[in-house]
Structure formats: C-alpha cells, structure tokens
C-alpha cells in the first residue's frame, strides 16, 4: 500500500483522548539504546537523583488536533504512554529498524479496539521488512481466537523523497546517515523536525531542513561514535542550520544534564523525558 491519511481520528465520547487545542510535542524518551541508567553502571549520572538523568529509549508523541502520532514504539512504550497519560496513539512513524525503536510495538495493540481500524504504521520498505519478521504473528493468516488476540496495524509505504499526510499534516521525510550500515529517517512537519539517530546529513538532507523554528537533533555523549552525533558535532549541524532553538536527544550516560544543560549556548537544550514543547506552527 500506499501512504495515504487514515481517516480523521473520531473525537466523541468513545475517544478517550480530546484532540490538543494547541499542537504540543511530548518527549516519551530521550535515552540511547540501553536507556540512562544503565544496568548494572555505578557512575555518577546512573546514580543520579536528578530526574532529568532518567532517560527511557527515544520516542516523541506530537497531539495534533485530529489526534496522537508517535514517532517509533521504543521497548519502554508501555510506561512512556501511561507517564505521560497519553490513552490513545492515531499513527505511528518509525525512523528506523534498531530495536530501541521497534521493539514496543506491541504496546499499540490495545488501540485498534478504540480506533476501529488497525493502526496505521508509516515506513520504509526496509523498516516493514524488519517489522514483518519481528512481529511475524501480527501478520499471521491464521484465524483469530479472538478479538485482538494479535495486533491489528497497517503498513503504508513511505520513502526518502515524496512528503506526505497524516493526520492532516504534512511529512517531508529527511533521509539520515546512521554509520555505515544504516540510514535513518528524519521528520519535519512545518518548522519543527526531528532527527534522531544519524552520525551525518548529506547537502539534499541539510536543505530540507533549514529555517527551523525547532530542529531535535541527535547526541549521544561528548567523544566520537561510529554511528551517532557526538555534542560538539550536533553543534555544528546546528551552527549551520540555525533554527531558533534546538534539543538534543538520544542521550548516553555521559550527559549529566545540570552541568551540561548550562555549558550549551542559549538557544540548544538538552531533551529529557516528559518535556512537553507547544507546537502552534506544525498544523
Ligand atoms: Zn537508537
Ligand atoms: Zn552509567
Ligand atoms: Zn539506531
């Protein structure tokens, strides 16, 4: 299939969550793939009682007047949604296929019934692949034993170049280097853009996102990664892009937000769970 909008999300009683007045960006997670802390680590940012260093794996929820998308369905989705209230998801984008991700899809199998339709999932033909393998009893033509007894989605087919709509917004997808093995996708809707996981933005990418009003970038930690921004390189992509403000996410246990948070210049912040942005300019 083809990426289309699904049908505008039903607002009555039988909705359990009233569109956002304001179109507002909820931060779900902000952590790199193993989450902060991490398992089993003594240092001092794992130790932390500074809420702010308690990152779950990266996910953004955007409530938009005709309903909830969420950017990728990380393993901490279950209690990202239930943190931050949120009782319904309308549409999923995946960026990419790393299990840090994908792998709470599962999470989304409650709103189909609340939907009544599958949940529209939008990807590139490599993410779908990953998906059809790793939740291949979503697919299964075998005959239900009941309602909901696998998950209800539906895959529409987005690709590195062609905008499209949902839920009454308008995507440009922005093609993101991640490493040499991986390429991401990066999401802008009006001014705002969110670009996790990459390393590198080519020319085409770099045009696609410039007069930004808010630019979410990657930033694992402050030395070199084969396949992530580092501090001082997500600077430099902001330098050039200069949206007027800009936050890191995707963050390792290097960051211990106090210090660094006030070491960044004014307008670059560091993201953490829970942080909620309103987005008048999106819809
Ligand atoms: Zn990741
Ligand atoms: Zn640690
Ligand atoms: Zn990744």
Known sequence: MTASDPAPADSSAT?????????EVIFLGTGT???????GCECDVCQSTDPHNNRTRCSILIRLPEGNLLIDTPPDLRTQLLREKVKLVHAVLFTHEHADHIYGLDDLRLFPFRLGRPVPLYCRADVEARIRTSYDYAFSQREQTHAGSRPQLEILSINNDDPFEVLGVRVTPVPLKHGPHFEVLGFRMGDFAYCTDTNHISETSMDRLRGLDTLVLDALRFTPHPTHFNIDEALEVIEELKPRQAFLTHLGHDIDHGPVEASLPDHVHLAYDGLRLPMPSIA
């Not at 909705?15 to 956002?20: E, H």
């Open 15 to 23: 909705n359990p969550t009233s569109p956002a007045p304001t179109p």
């Open 33 to 39: 793939s193993v989450g902060v802390p991490a398992i």
